[in-house]
Structure formats: C-alpha cells, structure tokens
T-cell receptor
C-alpha cells in the first residue's frame, strides 16, 4: 500500500535535547512538508521541500531543522532552541505541480518530560 | 484576522441529517480549496479538492466555492456516526506550495 509513514507515534523530549521525527513516503511524490498542529490553531507550515537536497522555511521554522537526502525521506529535528515543542507534528507529500493536493501521514505527538 | 476562518463547533446533528460546514477566507489570490477530515489522533484525510468557483460532488459530499463572497462550504448528505470528526478547510494560491488552514470544525453525528 502506498502511503506516508511517520514514526514514532509518540515521542518525549527532555529539556535541552534534540529529537528527530521520521517521515517516509512510497508515493513517489516530489514535494514533502512538515506541519505543526496545536489545539485551537490551524496547521502551521514548518518546512517544505520540492526536490532532493533543497528545502525552504515555512512560517514557523525557528527551532527546527530538516534534511532531504532521499526523495522518500524528510526527517524533522526539533532542537533545544524550540522552547514550546509540545504539539502534534504532521508530515505531508504531494506531486509537484500547480495546485496538487497534499496527503498526510498519521502524525507524531511530541511531549516534554 | 486569520486568512481562513472556521467555526470550531462542535456541530451536533442526528444521523441522516444534511450537514453544512463553512469557511470564509480573506486572500482573494486563493485559487485552490481543499476539505480534509481528521479523526482523533490521526492525520488529515483529503476529502474534496476544488479549483476556483463552483461545485464538486463525490458521493455524499459536495464542495462549493463562492469566490465573490470568499466563502467555501462542504455539504454532507445522509450523515453517519462515522462522519464524526474534525473538518479542516484550506486554501492555496497558484504557484505557492503553502496551504493555509482553518482551525477546523468538530462534527458530532449521533445515532
């Protein structure tokens, strides 16, 4: 089955620790995205990548980093500089092209210990 | 003002009712509009995808876009308890990757 796999489903971070969230897709999509979802707020774009080895900041990139070494993979690192990391993180992908819809994985819930 | 506004609900209806979910948006450059359904602790699932103004129907779902009033709607016919979820609307400008989401409307369909 084609789809987007996010892991782990739940993640806990200690103070001062960096953590990495995994996102893998087997849809052969060119573009991949990371969103953050908080209660009472819409999804907010953290980073996106349209091709391998290239990515752009979204609206709330501070305290996050990404890499895109393979087409299938777009990991997100939540660094210690992100002071309010508790949220539901969603990865999405789409075919590259005008107006193509985005499809989402099932998310990773990150909490602070 | 948020670019996309949605009433958070919850909207409670009995099984079999016709449901109307609505969003307003402020950016007149939006050309693409999407509705997603999100169950608790799951990622959003694409339901409907429309371009510019007009209607689009898929089974029990109809999406409607009125660009003159910057209003988008999702209608669900013969609603089922399994439709109970949060519904997110989103808009997108031509040539831009970014989707702008509303905060979502929670729908509860009681048997």
């Amino acid at each position: 089955d084609g789809g987007i796999t996010q892991s782990p489903k739940y993640l806990f971070r200690k103070e001062g620790q960096n953590v990495t969230l995994s996102c893998e897709q087997n849809l052969n999509h060119d573009a991949m995205y990371w969103y953050r979802q908080d209660p009472g707020q819409g999804l907010r774009l953290i980073y996106y990548s349209q091709i391998v080895n290239d990515f752009q900041k979204g609206d709330i990139a501070e305290g996050y980093s990404v890499s895109r070494e393979k087409k299938e993979s777009f990991p997100l690192t939540v660094t210690s500089a992100q002071k309010n990391p508790t949220a539901f993180y969603l990865c999405a992908s789409s075919i590259e092209g005008v107006g193509q819809p985005q499809h989402f994985g099932d998310g990773t819930r990150l909490s602070i210990l | 003002q948020k670019e996309v506004e949605q009433d958070p609900g919850p909207l409670s209806v009995p099984e079999g009712a016709i449901v109307s979910l609505n969003c307003t948006y402020s950016n007149s450059a939006f050309q693409y509009f999407m509705w997603y359904r999100q169950y608790s602790r799951k990622g959003p699932e694409l339901l409907m995808y429309t371009y510019s103004s007009g209607n689009k129907e898929d089974g029990r779902f109809t999406a409607q876009v009125d660009k003159s009033s910057k209003y988008i709607s999702l209608f669900i016919r013969d609603s089922q308890p399994s439709d109970s979820a949060t519904y997110l609307c989103a808009g997108r400008r031509t040539g831009f990757q970014k989707l702008v989401f509303g905060t979502g409307t929670r729908l509860l369909v009681s048997p």
